[in-house]
């Protein structure tokens, strides 16, 4: 099976040598759709991913705009988005509701206050996402943006553009649930961004939302992490350091 990387690279445009990019005529063959003639196709890191995901991203620049990235890989990459746009940075933590008798397996997903999202998966003829199960995953969820904000209050979303960025899109259960969130929460315009998606969950995931950009859509799209090279943990730490460098007086 091709993967990231494998064929089709050119050089970048600034003559970086061995860093891939994205070549159309190859990606096409290869089921790979992209929005931008050099888009790579795997980042080095979630702050290349979050430079490449913001240059599709100018056109929700405007005062009514805000960035929420997904914790926590999500919020390195809505960082830089956040940075480019000029909008306030804020976080929401989304948590897998499992199987009652395979944990591990996902029949929904769940934020600290918003809808539960159901998973289409056969599993939910035989199981559904156990009262007590959302209820843990939503104090889960409340626990972690405590943490992450600091005491901060969230950034107000009635009326607001909300665009919701995390690493990358898989099944996109995550980010539907996210979406729903932004929804409850009062926000007039959801936007999803996100660097490298399967194309069908990120086709999927435009029924929900007003708009999906993603830099690269592929129907051979593995996992999230085979498309960086770096794909490291982020820490809390590194998500609490991204919040409060968003609230300096020199980024209001």
């Known amino acids: 099976m091709s993967g990231p990387g494998d064929t089709g690279l050119v050089d970048s445009p600034d003559g970086a040598p061995g860093r891939p990019w994205y070549d159309p005529v190859d990606a096409a063959r290869r089921g790979m759709r992209s929005m931008s003639r050099w888009a790579p196709t795997r980042y080095t890191d979630r702050r290349e991913a979050g430079r490449a995901l913001a240059a599709l991203l100018g056109a929700e620049r405007g005062p009514a705009t805000v960035v929420v990235g997904l914790a926590r890989g999500g919020v390195p990459v809505a960082?830089?988005?956040?940075?480019?746009?000029?909008?306030?940075?804020?976080?929401?933590?989304?948590?897998?509701?499992?199987?009652?008798?395979?944990?591990?397996?996902?029949?929904?997903?769940?934020?600290?206050?918003?809808?539960?999202?159901?998973?289409?998966?056969?599993?939910l003829r035989i199981a559904r996402p156990t009262a007590p199960a959302i209820a843990a995953a939503r104090r889960q969820a409340a626990a972690l943006e405590a943490r992450l904000r600091a005491g901060?209050?969230?950034?107000?979303?009635?009326?607001?553009?909300?665009?919701?960025?995390?690493?990358?899109?898989?099944?996109?259960?995550?980010?539907?649930?996210?979406?729903?969130?932004?929804?409850?929460?009062?926000?007039?315009?959801?936007?999803?961004?996100?660097?490298?998606?399967?194309?069908?969950?990120?086709?999927?995931?435009?029924?929900?939302?007003?708009?999906?950009?993603?830099?690269?859509?592929?129907?051979?799209?593995?996992?999230?992490?085979?498309?960086y090279r770096d794909f490291g943990q982020v820490p809390e730490a590194s998500v609490a350091a991204h919040l409060r460098a968003s609230r300096a007086p020199d980024r209001r």
């Open 79 to 123: 960082a830089e988005v956040a940075a480019a746009l000029g909008a306030p940075l804020d976080v929401v933590v989304v948590r897998k509701v499992g199987h009652p008798l395979q944990p591990e397996l996902a029949l929904g997903a769940v934020t600290a206050d918003g809808p539960v999202s159901l998973s289409p998966l056969p599993d």
């Open 152 to 227: 901060h209050p969230r950034v107000e979303l009635a009326g607001a553009t909300c665009v919701l960025v995390d690493d990358g899109l898989a099944t996109g259960a995550s980010m539907e649930a996210a979406v729903r969130w932004a929804r409850a929460q009062g926000a007039a315009r959801v936007v999803v961004g996100v660097p490298v998606a399967a194309a069908p969950s990120a086709e999927a995931l435009r029924g929900d939302a007003d708009a999906v950009v993603c830099p690269l859509e592929t129907d051979d799209f593995g996992s999230v992490g085979a498309w």
